[in-house]
């Protein structure tokens, strides 16, 4: 998908690559010793509770959200690395295995970077080594045009940016930068040809003046390697600059989705518009802020979850609008509010401005 | 008279590798009820700032120039003087509200700490005064009875806040206050802060790296590299029209939402912010720099005037000197 | 502000001449590391002083295995005088059969230290071993593990060798066994909780979404994070094993035919040194094994400082 069809507004998505339905992740409550042999359990954090997405081919699809959303559980159990508790995952098509052996040649195709690229990377190992694990764990000694092993190391640390590649094949993590050593995490995800990147947080460790290096690198990725991005992050003004689509998610769920122009700009979902009521900008308007603290996954309000905190219910909008009950007794999947925008709110259908 | 007024600090860390010049030469002024946001990024040296003016820093710090806090010249002080001084003059909202808390005391406990050091009241009226500061920064006063565990993030934050105002301050130095905290509850954080330094009239250096955050809360700025200030002027204006191209770096690092500008353009800077023992020639920040000229690694910028009540240490700064091969 | 990158189609493949492959770039990686070490070791003193203690011992150690150090024979030494205080021609004295003590201690170096060293590699393999299983499989395996370990650490050590060496009998090799199986609960403990540790470090979650197995994750990155920890420990370990065997021999259940520096404090007090006066008896042999513990600690605090940042002053 070239930029030009994005910066156009137009969204051809192109063919799904990673499709998730339904799925759910609870964490079991932990319970003292002598609690759990008589009988007592604690209550299940339901960190991810019903969330379907496609990530299409080519696209950059952030998935943001405040800690304790569920983003970054979904994006783990999208690699494998989580085994769900209902619910599926397709990659092209075909349902992700359940065996570690039967992931493995997933794990070649779906790569993830992590928030923080220090801890990513082993201290005792060298750049070279770092980079090469995936192709040795593959058992892959030659590439597709008979490239040997170091060669296909330096390939893949040029592509992230690092060159002359050689320079850094010996040294150790900690004599590189944080920029340098996402690059680092990149390459070693790049080295392995994959089709999808999953980012978690990928710069939000960075200094700032470093970030937009590899957001661009990220972008270049996809431009031209046609690399499919899921990006987790909490900043919105992130997925305003690199995203095709947003997915917003509160409490485990997805309450918004759609192209990043239209979530971004016109949101349809109180939370969402919560959330970009509070990005700090010049002038520090007096505007509405949420109250209270982010909710806790063991005790997910009943009906619609942001009912507590939304402003709607609490400023009485809602009942006047009627639809008071609803949003305190009927849960809701995603409705539609306009092409390829969806928001799971009961203003919706009302046609209504959050 | 200003509340705050520094002149010439420089601030060098003394290591087994060697000395650290960590600041550089710093100066400026916060007159009462007015916010500096410091803004920088690793080892630019604004934390390292917040410790000198309250002294804070090992004996082994070598220090150097005037912090004059209420007229007072703090690295001047006998320790009994500094010990007062300390938080009755000044006080920090630290940065990570999670090991600044001792979790093994109440939080009465460690708000009174602060009114009974300095002799303000009595045991009695010190918890009495707790309750009203916890109130002040919006918890229910019954809360000076809990631990810390027992509180959430931002509620420990606030907690921070109402120690910071024990001793009735004129200066509030906050150092990375909203950093390791969820969007919404940095809203409420930072919403509560200018409310109390509006109410209070108090002064205060708002320190982080977070440009967006600061150019909500400050009315002057200044924008922190390699030790030194690289520009300073209101907050606003800074933000939105930088002259130094640091600056405009770190500001593009904050996109507006909304603004197609940024829209599929991340840009940010190559290279890193440069190490304090290896700080390059002339301006620290030509190496990295995207309007360098012939003349940057040989000289030394200083704060030249940059347009009404601005200042950037820049060679393209209008009130720079001419030098050869800078086109204005 | 970007800088122009060239497109990623032309990244480089082929590198320039003189090029490292993996194997090559696993040694340099492997010497450099050692020689990192070596460095930071030098710098402690205490690790030096102790190291240069345990290096003469070893070296005695040698020394007696090769046959030289003088016999210690009673029959050969009927002709010198018995319980000689220290003198030019017998520096450490002689015992009740006119053994010169320096030979009771330069041979008895080689099989104390043999007993020490492999004990604590006894106990260092099957506290590792168990350490890691119990740390990398929680669950049912970590539970019953931990149970038998904590089992082993609460049954005093001394009436358990007692007991077996009753049992079993005298012999070298069964002290070596007591002890090695009687301390490997403390490196078991360690261990746990280093892979606990290091188990959720990032770089192994990355190595598993790479799709590394469980042995590749362990044998790469958990293992050599943890290694450190357990040399440092051995280190200790040894100190140990050496008192042990000599609280053992001291109180009479050493191996009777092997000369140890704890059986010759053993005899030394049955033959009344103490009555008699002969100090050198005691003390030669008795230096000797508080050195070698007093080094092998230094050395293992030299190695902590080194391997643990935390303790590391700043």
């Known amino acids: 998908m070239s930029d030009a069809v994005v910066d156009a507004g137009l969204v051809n998505y192109g063919v799904p690559v990673i499709e998730v339905d339904d799925l759910e992740v609870n964490f079991a409550g932990r319970v003292g010793m002598i609690a759990g042999l008589m009988g007592k359990k604690g209550a299940d954090a339901k960190a991810v509770d019903g969330v379907s997405l496609t990530l299409h081919e080519g696209e950059v699809l952030a998935l943001a959200g405040e800690s304790g959303c569920g983003k970054t559980t979904a994006a783990r159990a999208m690699m494998g690395l989580l085994r769900p508790d209902r619910g599926q995952i397709r990659f092209r098509g075909t349902p992700l295995q359940s065996s570690a052996r039967g992931l493995q040649p997933y794990r070649r195709q779906v790569q993830m970077v992590f928030q923080d690229p220090t801890a990513s990377l082993n201290p005792r190992q060298t750049i070279y080594e770092i980079v090469a694990e995936g192709l040795r764990i593959h058992k892959i000694h030659n590439g597709p045009g008979g490239e040997s092993e170091d060669e296909l190391v330096a390939r893949a640390l040029s592509r992230a940016g690092l060159r002359p590649p050689e320079r850094f094949y010996l040294l150790y993590p900690h004599e590189l930068s944080g920029g ?30 470093v970030r937009g290096e590899i957001l ?40 918004e989705i759609g192209p990043a122009e239209e979530v971004l700009q016109r949101p349809r979902h109180p939370y969402t518009k919560a959330l970009l009521n509070v990005v700090p900008e010049a002038g520090g308007a007096d505007r509405p802020i949420l109250t209270g603290e982010p909710p806790d996954p063991t005790r997910i309000p009943a009906g619609c979850r942001f009912h507590p905190r939304c402003p709607a219910v609490v400023s009485g909008r809602a009942a006047e609008l009627g639809i008071e009950s609803k949003c305190r007794g009927e849960d809701l999947p995603l409705l539609q509010a306009a092409p390829e925008h969806e928001a799971a709110c009961h203003l919706v259908p009302l046609e209504l401005a959050p | 008279m200003s509340v705050l007024s520094v002149r010439d600090l420089n601030v060098t860390y003394t290591t087994k590798g060697g000395d650290v010049p960590a600041v550089r030469g710093v100066s400026f ?24 003016i309250l002294r804070l820093h090992s004996p082994q710090t070598k220090i150097e120039g005037t912090v004059l806090l209420d007229g007072q010249d703090v690295l001047a002080l006998s320790p009994g003087k500094l010990r007062a001084a300390r938080w009755t003059g000044a006080s920090i909202v630290f940065q990570g509200a999670l090991h600044a808390l001792n979790p093994v005391q109440r939080i009465g406990v460690q708000i009174a700490e602060a009114i009974r050091v300095h002799g303000m009241a009595g045991e009695r009226e010190a918890f009495v005064r707790a309750g009203a500061l916890v109130e002040q920064v919006g918890l229910p006063s019954r809360r000076i009875d809990d631990y810390p565990h027992e509180l959430s993030g931002g509620q420990k934050q606030r907690v921070m806040i109402a120690m910071a105002l024990a001793c009735n301050p004129s200066l509030v130095i906050a150092d990375e206050p909203t950093t390791a905290l969820d969007v919404m509850v940095q809203a409420q954080v930072l919403q509560l802060l200018r409310s109390l330094q509006h109410d209070l009239g108090l002064a205060m250096l708002f320190i982080t790296h977070d440009l967006s955050v600061l150019v909500e809360v400050s009315d002057d700025l200044a924008i922190m590299y390699a030790g030194r200030i690289v520009e300073e002027g209101p907050a606003e204006r800074v933000f939105r029209s930088p002259v130094h191209p640091y600056t405009k770096a770190l500001a593009a690092a904050f996109p507006e939402i909304g603004d197609v500008r940024f829209r599929g353009q991340p840009s940010g800077l190559g290279g890193d912010p440069p190490d304090p023992q290896l700080i390059p020639s002339g301006c620290p920040f030509h190496p990295r720099c995207a309007e360098v000229t012939e003349v940057c690694p040989t000289i030394d910028p200083e704060l030249w005037r940059a347009g009404e009540g601005r200042t950037a240490a820049c060679v393209h700064a209008e009130g720079a000197p001419v030098f050869e091969g800078v086109q204005r | 502000m970007t800088t122009t990158e060239p497109a990623l189609a032309d990244a480089p493949v082929a590198p320039p001449p003189g090029r490292l492959t993996p194997r090559k770039v696993r040694w340099l990686r492997r010497r450099r590391a050692l020689g990192r070490f070596w460095r930071q070791y030098r710098a402690s003193g205490m690790g030096m002083f102790g190291l240069v203690i345990l290096t003469f011992f070893i070296l005695m150690a040698i020394y007696s295995a090769l046959g030289y150090g003088g016999s210690t024979n009673p029959i050969e030494t009927l002709q010198n005088p018995t319980l000689e205080p220290p003198s030019l021609e017998f520096p450490l004295g002689t015992d009740n059969n006119g053994i010169s003590v320096l030979s009771l201690v330069i041979k008895g170096s080689k099989t104390s230290l043999l007993v020490g060293l492999i004990a604590s590699v006894i106990s260092m393999v099957v506290g590792t071993l168990i350490g890691m299983a119990a740390g990398y499989r929680t669950g049912w395996a970590d539970t019953i593990l931990m149970f038998i370990t904590n089992a082993f650490i609460v049954i005093p050590w001394l009436a358990l060798a007692i007991v077996l060496a009753a049992l079993l009998g005298q012999n070298l090799w ?64 040894i100190a140990i094993a050496i008192l042990s065997e000599s609280a053992l021999s001291f109180l009479g259940l050493g191996d009777p035919l092997n000369i140890t520096w704890g059986t010759v404090i053993d005899q030394a007090f049955s033959k009344g040194a103490i009555t008699i006066g002969a100090w050198w008896w005691l003390i030669a042999p008795s230096t000797c094994i ?25």
């Open chain 3, 290 to 314: 508080v050195l070698v513990v007093l080094a092998s600690t230094m050395i293992g605090f030299a190695f902590d400082e080194i391997v643990n940042p935390r303790i590391r002053e700043r």
């Open chain 1, 180 to 209: 340098q050593r996402q690059r680092v995490v990149i390459a070693g995800a790049l080295v392995l040809d994959p089709t999808v990147i999953v980012a978690d947080e990928p710069v939000s460790n960075l200094d700032a003046s």
């Open chain 2, 29 to 52: 002024d916060i007159e009462k009820g007015r916010v500096l946001g410091l803004a920088g990024e690793s080892g630019c040296g604004k934390s390292t700032i917040a410790g000198a």
């Open chain 3, 174 to 237: 069964i002290i070596i066994m007591i002890i090695g199986l009687t301390s490997w609960p403390g490196t078991a403990r360690l261990v746990r909780a280093q892979v606990l540790s290091v188990k959720e470090r990032t770089y192994v979650e990355r190595s598993r979404a790479l799709g590394g197995p469980g042995s590749h994750v362990v044998m790469k990155h958990i293992l050599p994070n943890v290694m450190p920890v357990i040399f440092a420990n051995t280190i200790l370990t």
């Open chain 1, 216 to 255: 661009a690198l990220l972008m270049k990725l996809r431009r031209e390697l046609h690399i499919s991005i899921l990006i987790v992050t909490h900043d919105l003004g992130l997925a305003w600059t690199v995203a095709d689509r947003v997915a917003v998610m509160y409490l485990g769920r997805i309450v």
